[in-house]
């Protein structure tokens, strides 16, 4: 894993130490991502998280980047130390919890905890971006203006994925949940997806992307009669297990002619089926993404030889 380098269409932007506020950029012309490396510099998270509420017009935030150690269980501030500063961050779209690369924290162990607080604190909140999975809990009702969630997990609690499939989101586009290892916390059933399947309560979805998962194939056979695909402008099967069996499930089923994107990255699909999907669906205007072909191996993870993008 690496920082994100744009977060709601702005350009990331690290909250320096001991910054002159004269020398920052304009507050809503970047995504501050505040990140302290230990042993970089003597200041403590407390002192940069104040030193940036100082610094900073927060009232013209749009996004905030949360790099070590906010989120990586390694003593970093409260969550009711930002939602504390609600009523100052009025202009604040986007949130992106645990930015931290695969040599700060392996994804499994980034801890997240309940999100619920912040969104009930953000109502503006258009976008949210998390990244781990361990004790995520997701128990919101609804939010009526996030527009963006996207999940990077290499283990994605069950119960969190439910909490998500039932959740009331009328402004949702997109959805990205990567749904991991059930080694690492992980282990979501197709039934468990029911209401997002039947596209129950996210009547703007318009991306739906189930990645990074060994039910791949599984997922496929499903969307293909699933009553929500035929609203979506792009479906993602990428970063998983995807093999012959899980195309053929898609090709079988209901047409997909009016995607403008069928991304299936990291596959284990054949050159034959690779052809048939392509044949099938480009000449209609859809692009399909087969980047990244694996070739099984007898000594990998599951027993056809298939791993998934990010467990660890």
């Known amino acids: 894993m690496h920082h994100v380098e744009r977060f709601h269409g702005l350009p990331a932007y690290n909250f320096p130490p001991y910054a002159d506020p004269a020398d920052l950029p304009p507050a809503d012309e970047v995504a501050w991502r505040l990140e302290r490396e230990p042993y970089e510099n003597e200041e403590s998270a407390e002192d940069c998280w104040k030193r940036f509420t100082e610094s900073v017009d927060l009232a013209k935030v749009r996004a905030i980047i949360f790099g070590q150690p906010w989120y990586d269980g390694d003593g970093g501030l409260a969550d009711d130390?930002?939602?504390?500063?609600?009523?100052?961050?009025?202009?604040?779209?986007?949130?992106?919890?645990?930015?931290?690369?695969?040599?700060?924290?392996?994804?499994?162990?980034?801890?997240?905890?309940?999100?619920?607080?912040?969104?009930?604190?953000?109502?503006?909140?258009?976008?949210?971006?998390?990244?781990?999975?361990?004790?995520?809990?997701?128990?919101?009702?609804?939010?009526?203006?996030?527009?963006?969630?996207?999940?990077?997990?290499?283990?994605?609690?069950?119960?969190?994925?439910?909490?998500?499939?039932?959740?009331?989101?009328?402004?949702?586009?997109?959805?990205?949940?990567?749904?991991g290892d059930e080694n690492y916390g992980g282990g979501v059933t197709v039934e468990q997806l029911a209401p997002l399947l039947a596209g129950e309560g996210k009547p703007a979805l318009r991306h739906l992307g189930f990645q990074n998962s060994f039910i791949q194939d599984e997922l496929a056979s499903a969307l293909a009669s699933a009553t929500v695909v035929p609203q979506l402008t792009s479906l993602s099967l990428s970063m998983g297990t995807l093999s012959d069996d899980g195309v053929e499930a898609l090709l079988q089923g209901q047409p997909l002619t009016h995607l403008r994107e069928l991304d299936l990255s990291f596959h284990f699909i054949s050159d034959e089926m690779m052809l048939r999907i392509w044949t099938a669906l480009e000449p209609a205007g859809v692009r399909v993404d087969l980047t990244t072909k694996h070739e099984r191996e007898a000594d990998d993870w599951d027993e056809d030889g298939r791993y998934i993008a990010a467990s660890e």
Do not use: C, K
């Not at 645990?98 to 909140?125: K, N, R």
């Not at 781990?132 to 527009?147: A, Y």
């Open 81 to 179: 130390e930002l939602i504390d500063l609600a009523p100052r961050l009025t202009g604040l779209e986007a949130l992106f919890l645990g930015d931290l690369e695969d040599e700060q924290a392996m994804i499994s162990t980034i801890y997240l905890g309940d999100v619920a607080p912040l969104l009930a604190a953000f109502p503006g909140l258009r976008e949210l971006a998390v990244r781990g999975g361990e004790g995520l809990d997701f128990p919101v009702s609804g939010h009526d203006n996030l527009r963006v969630l996207r999940v990077e997990s290499g283990g994605l609690p069950p119960n969190a994925v439910e909490q998500i499939a039932a959740a009331q989101l009328p402004s949702l586009e997109r959805l990205e949940l990567w749904l």
